[in-house]
Nanobody, 115 residues
Framework: QVQVVESGGGLVQPGGSLTLSCTAS????????VSWYRQPPGQERELVAS???????YYDFSVKGRFTISRDNAKNTVYLKMNSLKSEDTAVYYC?????????WGQGTQVTVSS
């Protein structure tokens, strides 16, 4: 069983930046697909960004140009760098790790964008 853990959430003002981190028990393999999802209050969970081997990262149109997903294999961590944050980015952010047709979720981290 792979355990996924997110960190880095918090309260930030509109226009600010925040970086989320995702780690997994053992190692995040180069062949794993790691995705960030978010669930705004009262809404469905939605895919924000995804990174996988040998393909360019995917971004939802609502975050393209503002968010950057990246991985640091030496630190066994996938990051979501979020810039120019808006109130509509407020949500619980979840990391999802896909490996050999199995998918593992973290517990989520709250991001609140408010003045």
């Amino acid at each position: 069983q792979v355990q996924v853990v997110e960190s880095g959430g918090g309260l930030v003002q509109p226009g600010g930046s925040l970086t989320l981190s995702c780690t997994a028990s053992g190692n995040i393999l180069a062949t794993d697909t790691v995705s960030w999802y978010r669930q705004p209050p009262g809404q469905e969970r939605e895919l924000v960004a995804s990174i996988t081997n040998n393909y360019p990262p995917y971004y939802d149109f609502s975050v393209k140009g503002r968010f950057t997903i990246s991985r640091d294999n030496a630190k066994n961590t996938v990051y979501l760098k979020m810039n120019s944050l808006k109130s509509e980015d407020t949500a619980v952010y979840y990391c999802n790790l896909g490996r050999q047709m199995q998918y593992y979720w973290g517990q989520g981290t709250q991001v609140t964008v408010s003045s």
